[in-house]
Every structure is written in structure tokens, then in C-alpha cells.
């Protein structure tokens, strides 16, 4: 198996580098269940007090890859979506520290998985953004996270218009906590991992246990209605034509069905 996802360690960091440059590092189920692996190994590494998230390429992440949506039931999508969420479960679960590390474009899921990190440090030229409606689809998964950091109306308006943001409005609303120039953005985020790996393992994990009980919304039940929603909407006309629309360079033709 081709590896999507590179793993190594260093003064207690565990980076994981999502490396699917030549496709944006886009989503696809192997990539899924390389980078939710990745993840589990590093929580149960006594050696891995951090873990950091970071690309290759030029691009962090943007979203599903779109050659997925087509020729699937709705049953097909709802597994599929499952399986390629999965690590937004798995973030939340986590007793260690994340951190996500983007560059360049962070969108849809790639938007998802910044914001489901515990901390984000952003390069000055990032962009983020919740795109899928305007492909005829939804980002219902990264809405879940979205809603605890920003609250339901910035996130309606995100989630429903798919407009693009850059690094510093999300600083602003308060989904990336620093954002720095693109030449320094290895060695700020390496600054924040080594911060906290300074800090005592067990008062960190339970500040962080702590942090996630203040959380008023059952997480996981709320992110598996958004998969089971999604599914919904992935087995619709809409869908299919929006994402082949998109392919083809060319205007949808919405059936609404």
C-alpha cells in the first residue's frame, strides 16, 4: 500500500504528514484509514507527547476528492462517509495535544481537519473554506467542529455560501490561534509542539479531558448525523451533476432531486 501518510518522531513531537501533494492531499478511503491509523499509533506511543499535522506540497488539504461522488446507494455513501470521517471522531478522543500545520488551501475536509485539531498555526497565505455547496454537495462534517469554535450563524453562512476566508479572518473568528509568515511556518509550529511537550504529560491530558466535558453537544452523535445527512444528499441527481459540472469546467444544471 502506497504511503498517503508519513509518520515520525522527534524530541517527544509525533508529526504525521498528510502526502497526497500531487492530488491536494485530497480524501480518499485508503488516505482516510492511513491518517486515522497514524493517529491511534501516535496516542499510544509513550514516546509522543505531541502530534502535529502537516502537508506535503503546496496545499494542506482540499477535501474529499471529487472522482468518489458517483455510482454509490445511500447505504454506499453513509459507510463511505463513516469511514472517511472517522478522524474527526478520533481527534476528539485523543488525550494528546494536536496541532494542525497548513499551508496554502485548507478546504472542505482539509478545512474540517484544521479545525477539529486542538490548535492551528497558519501560514499568512492560507485559505480556508467550507466549498462543497458549490459543487452541489455539503460540509457537514467539518461543520461539527466549526459550530463549537464559531458558533451556528458564522457557521450557517460559512457551510451554506462556501465563501473562502484567509488566514487572518480565521484567526479572527477564532479557528486558527497564530497566524505567521509562509517562511516560518515549520519552525512556529515546532515552537508550539515544544511548548507544550515542556509542559506536564498528565496536567495537559487532563486539561484537555477537562476542556472536552464543557462541551454542551454530544460530539459524536452529532458528527454521525451529519454523515447520515450527507449520505442523503451524496445519492441525489444534484450531487452527482454538481461534482460533474465541476469536472467538466462548465455551469450545473441543479434537477433538484
Known amino acids: 500500500m502506497a504511503e498517503l501518510?508519513?509518520?515520525?518522531?522527534?524530541?517527544?513531537?509525533?508529526?504525521?504528514t498528510?502526502?497526497?501533494?500531487?492530488?491536494m492531499n485530497t480524501f480518499i478511503p485508503e488516505f482516510a484509514d492511513q491518517l486515522d491509523q497514524a493517529l491511534?499509533?501516535?496516542e499510544k506511543d509513550d514516546d509522543v507527547r505531541v502530534i502535529v499535522i502537516n502537508a506535503a506540497g503546496k496545499n494542506f488539504c482540499t477535501g474529499?476528492?471529487?472522482d468518489q461522488f458517483k455510482n454509490k446507494t445511500h447505504q454506499q455513501y453513509r459507510k463511505f462517509l463513516y469511514g472517511i470521517d472517522a478522524f474527526y471522531h478520533t481527534l476528539d478522543m485523543l488525550n494528546k495535544p494536536t496541532i494542525a500545520s497548513v499551508q496554502g488551501f485548507a478546504l472542505a475536509n482539509g478545512a474540517g481537519l484544521s479545525f477539529a485539531c486542538d490548535l492551528t498555526v497558519a501560514a499568512e497565505s492560507a485559505t480556508f473554506g467550507t466549498t462543497a455547496i458549490n459543487v452541489g454537495l455539503i460540509c457537514l462534517g467539518p461543520a461539527a467542529p466549526m459550530a463549537k469554535i464559531i458558533?451556528?450563524?458564522?457557521?450557517?453562512?460559512?457551510v451554506l455560501t462556501g465563501d473562502m476566508i484567509g488566514a487572518a479572518e480565521a484567526e479572527r473568528l477564532g479557528l486558527v490561534n497564530k497566524v505567521v509568515a509562509d517562511a516560518d511556518l515549520t519552525a512556529e509550529t515546532l515552537k508550539l509542539a515544544e511548548k507544550l511537550v515542556s509542559k506536564s504529560p498528565i496536567a495537559l491530558r487532563i486539561g484537555k479531558e477537562g476542556l472536552k466535558r464543557l462541551q454542551d453537544v454530544p460530539y459524536h452523535q452529532g458528527l454521525d448525523s451529519m454523515d447520515d445527512l450527507f449520505a442523503t444528499l451524496c445519492a441525489t441527481k444534484d450531487a452527482e451533476e454538481g461534482v460533474q459540472a465541476f469536472l467538466d469546467k462548465r455551469k450545473p444544471d441543479w434537477k433538484e432531486c
Request: proline share 3%; aromatic share 6%; glycine share 6%.
Open 40 to 42: 491511534w499509533a501516535m
Open 18 to 23: 498528510l502526502n497526497r501533494p500531487e492530488a
Open 5 to 16: 501518510i508519513l509518520t515520525r518522531k522527534e524530541n517527544r513531537i509525533g508529526f504525521i
Open 64 to 66: 474529499i476528492s471529487l
Open 151 to 158: 458558533g451556528k450563524k458564522k457557521t450557517m453562512e460559512m
